[in-house]
């Protein structure tokens, strides 16, 4: 497999033609709906659905039933990073503030010195286990230490741990990607590797540019989205997506790191209270959707099935020591000074996953041109695949050993939209199955003034509540709240959603603190 692919000679390339992009359309579309597909059969099957994305690369490449012949690492990569930002956006969409704020400091030291030892503990056992040579030990070290940003999102959302440590692994995913990329970029350039002080200033600087831009962005965006009405609900999704994706140009364009850039201002723009939130949400995981179907089947594309063989000792090798000995070690040494629990270091050791953005960084040292860099492409291709199909399925397994499971109520969701005129806010509101608000009454809810529920859904019928009417599951309230007490009304809601009735008197306001 070539790093490269060839360019077609000047003149001699095959015009495109309405038929060949409704061919193209065509391809694509049945693509996309076989992985939808999927994403239901891995969910049944608990099969990481990025394998079976990956399998689906594999099926129509150069090796399998479709024959296609793609070899672009460049292209790859281009595609890759795009994904990436979007992957980013989404997850940081989806991070509660409540949640990240008390475990910032732990995640933060897992995204930095956490990084350092795994790199250093993959990267010697790569030289002295497998023979590479330490340039090639140190990129794939660099590589792998990223924990993949689209598996911990998919893969913990769906496990129901303790803020703490969601939290946690959250955070880290979406930091650890910044250090590690420009690790990647400077052992993969040709001449010496520059001192380790030098590259952690470099690291230290590029980080602190991404971390301020992405910050101004995403409070400039939020600020400028909660005073500026739109003329249409579609427009904000888009808008929130533009401005996730103008933090990383600027960052990026300011020799900071665009990964951090987007994530932070991402997270600001999820926790703004922004109008039309529930559907902003919706289509950002749609959009991630796509970017990591397209990117798995691109990366499956991308590898040459009959040129592994020789790579599985290694990468089960490097695998190995990586999951057993480099992420249990990086993450004892990281949260000791916390005082996290034993219980909580180990399923955090574990949780580490691999994903796409492992593969995508090894197709650096390939378009820089690397010695043996197809080999350490195929190793982490194939580490990844395997760790993620034994780490992934059995993650619940292990946080229900650990007993680690969060049964708390369902959260509430809630969807604002403006009402400029009357300077206030019509917040849509949806009782879940899990929340304590079944069985309380209208006037219990205990409002802010300024306030008031003024409808009610139940079984496609609607009614003016009255004080003494009961809520129950599956009920959609709409609350007219004045601009000065929107904030507080949400509150309240949360609070009795999760505390029942007697919420303010037992201490329970809605936030969702880590433990």
Same mark, same amino acid.
């Given at each position: ?380 291709? #194939? *580490? &990844? /695949?395997?760790?993620?199909? =034994?780490?992934?399925? $059995?993650?619940?397994? !292990?946080?229900? @050993?650990? %007993?680690? +499971? ?70 959609? #309230? *709409? &609350? /007219?709240?004045?601009?000065? =007490?929107?904030?507080? $009304?949400?509150?309240? !809601?949360?609070? @009795?959603? %999760?505390? +029942? ?15």
């Amino acid at each position: 497999m070539s790093s490269r692919a060839g360019a077609p000679e000047s003149g001699k390339g095959t015009p495109l033609t309405v038929h060949h992009l409704n061919q193209l359309l065509l391809v694509c579309a049945i693509v996309l709906l076989v992985a939808v597909a999927a994403v239901r059969i891995s969910s049944r099957s608990g099969l990481p659905s990025l394998l079976v994305y990956l399998g689906i690369g594999i099926a129509i490449g150069q090796d399998g039933i479709g024959d296609v012949q793609f070899d672009n690492a460049e292209l790859t990569q281009v595609i890759g990073y795009a994904a990436l930002v979007v992957i980013l956006a989404e997850g940081g969409l989806g991070t509660k503030w409540t949640e990240i704020r008390p475990v910032l400091p732990a995640a933060s030291a897992l995204a930095l010195a956490g990084v350092a030892v795994s790199v250093g503990v993959t990267a010697t056992a790569a030289h002295l286990l497998i023979g590479l040579e330490w340039r090639q030990a140190l990129i794939i070290g660099a590589v792998v230490s990223s924990t993949d940003a689209a598996a911990v999102f998919s893969v913990l959302r769906k496990v129901p741990l303790p803020s703490r440590v969601r939290g946690t692994l959250e955070a880290e995913s979406g930091f650890n990607d910044a250090p590690v990329v420009i690790l990647v970029v400077a052992f993969s350039t040709a001449g010496p590797v520059e001192h380790w002080y030098v590259l952690i200033g470099e690291i230290v600087l590029e980080l602190a540019i991404g971390a301020a831009i992405g910050l101004a962005v995403g409070w400039l965006g939020a600020w400028g989205l909660r005073h500026v009405a739109l003329p249409a609900s579609g427009l904000y999704p888009i808008a929130v997506m533009a401005i996730a994706v103008t933090a990383y140009a600027a960052g990026a364009l300011a020799h900071g790191s665009g990964f951090l850039a987007v994530y932070l201002a991402s997270m600001l723009l999820g926790n703004a209270k922004l109008p039309h939130w529930p559907a902003t949400r919706g289509f950002a995981e749609g959009l991630g959707w796509l970017a990591q179907i397209g990117m798995f089947v691109l990366l499956g594309l991308l590898v040459t099935p009959h040129e592994l063989g020789d790579d599985i000792v290694p990468a089960l090798v490097v695998g190995l020591v990586l999951t057993m000995v480099a992420r249990p070690l990086s993450v004892i040494l990281c949260l000791v000074p916390f005082r996290v629990p034993w219980q909580e270091q180990t399923l955090m050791s574990w949780a580490g996953l691999r994903g796409a953005v492992p593969i995508v960084l090894a197709t650096i040292p390939m378009v820089r041109g690397v010695e043996a860099s197809e080999r350490i492409f195929n190793i982490v291709f #194939l *580490l &990844v /695949v395997v760790y993620t199909l =034994v780490q992934g399925p $059995t993650l619940p397994w !292990l946080a229900r @050993v650990l %007993r680690l +499971g969060d049964s708390g109520a369902a959260d509430l969701g809630v969807e604002s939209a403006p009402l400029e005129r009357l300077r206030g806010h019509l917040l849509s509101v949806t009782v879940p199955a899990g929340s304590r608000m079944h069985g309380v009454e209208v006037g219990e809810l205990r409002l802010p003034t300024g306030s008031a529920v003024t409808l009610v859904v139940r079984d496609d019928t609607s009614f003016v509540p009255l004080p003494q009417t009961m809520l129950r599951r599956g009920d959609e #309230l *709409l &609350v /007219v709240a004045t601009d000065p =007490v929107r904030d507080a $009304t949400e509150r309240r !809601l949360r609070a @009795v959603a %999760r505390g +029942g009735k007697l919420a303010g008197w037992l201490g329970t306001d809605g936030s969702q603190a880590g433990r």
